[in-house]
C-alpha cells in the first residue's frame, strides 16, 4: 500500500539557521507533491508544489526538492524564526484512478525554532 | 470571501446521535473535499465534490457518513450514529479546477467528541 514517511521525531533548531524536513514515500509514483503548514487547531495551510519534472522549487526563504528516484522530498527553510513553529505536512497525489488519486499526507513534521 | 468557512467549530455529541457538519468553501472554487485528523496524524481523505457530483469516496467513509454539495455551494457531512472513534478533526478544502497549481484552501475545521 501507499505509504508516506516524515521525520518521525519533532526538529528544533535554533533561530536564523536552516531547518530540513524529509518526506519519503513509497509504493506509489506521485505527478505531484505538496507541502503544507499547520498550527494547533487550525487547517493546514498550502505553501508549495512541485511537480515530478522539477528538481527544485523556491518561494522566499523555503525550498523544496523533488528526487522521484529517491522517492523523496526535501524541505528547507532558510534563516528560520520562531514563527515558523509549526508542523508541516507532505502530501504527495497519485495518479492511479479513485480516491488513491488524492492528494494523501503524512502525518507531518513538528519543528520548533528556539530563539 | 474570506475562505472556507465551517461550522460548527466545535460539537460533543453522545454515542448513538446522529451530527451534521457544514462546510462553505470559497465561492469560484468548483472543486470540494472532507479529510479527517486524528491527533499526530495527517488529514485523510474522506470524499471528493466536483460542483455538486460526488465523485469520489474513501474506504473509511462507512455507511454511517453521508456528504452531500447539493446546488455546488456549500456542502453538508452527517455522521449517523456516532461512535467514539469517530472523534477527531473534520476539515473541508476547497480548490478550483487549477489547484493543481494553488494547493487547496483548508477551512479550520469542526472537532467533534463523542461521548
Known amino acids: 500500500s501507499q505509504k508516506i514517511e516524515q521525520n518521525s521525531e519533532a526538529l528544533n533548531i535554533q533561530e536564523g539557521k536552516t531547518a530540513t524536513l524529509t518526506c519519503n514515500y513509497t509504493n506509489y509514483s506521485p505527478a505531484y507533491l505538496q507541502w503544507y503548514r499547520q498550527d494547533p487547531g487550525r487547517g493546514p495551510v498550502f505553501l508549495l508544489l512541485i511537480r515530478e519534472n522539477e528538481k527544485e522549487k523556491r518561494k522566499e526563504r523555503l525550498k523544496v526538492t523533488f528526487d522521484t528516484t529517491l522517492k523523496q522530498s526535501l524541505f528547507h527553510i532558510t534563516a528560520s524564526q520562531p514563527a515558523d513553529s509549526a508542523t508541516y505536512l507532505c502530501a504527495p497525489r497519485g495518479v492511479s484512478s479513485g480516491s488513491a488519486r488524492q492528494l494523501t499526507f503524512g502525518s507531518g513534521t513538528q519543528l520548533t525554532v528556539l530563539p | 470571501d474570506t475562505g472556507v468557512s465551517q461550522d460548527p467549530r466545535h460539537k460533543i455529541t453522545k454515542r448513538g446521535q446522529n451530527v451534521t457538519f457544514r462546510c462553505d468553501p470559497i465561492s469560484e472554487h468548483n472543486r470540494l473535499y472532507w479529510y479527517r485528523q486524528t491527533l499526530g496524524q495527517g488529514p485523510e481523505f474522506l470524499t471528493y465534490?466536483?460542483?455538486?457530483?460526488?465523485?469520489?469516496k474513501s474506504r473509511l467513509l462507512s455507511d454511517r457518513f453521508s456528504a452531500e454539495r447539493p446546488k455546488g455551494s456549500f456542502s453538508t457531512l452527517e455522521i449517523q450514529r456516532t461512535e467514539q472513534g469517530d472523534s477527531a478533526m473534520y476539515l473541508c478544502a476547497s480548490s478550483s479546477y487549477t489547484g493543481d497549481n494553488y494547493g487547496y484552501t483548508f477551512g479550520s475545521g469542526t472537532r467533534l467528541t463523542v461521548v
Open positions: 465534490f466536483q460542483n455538486e457530483a460526488q465523485l469520489e
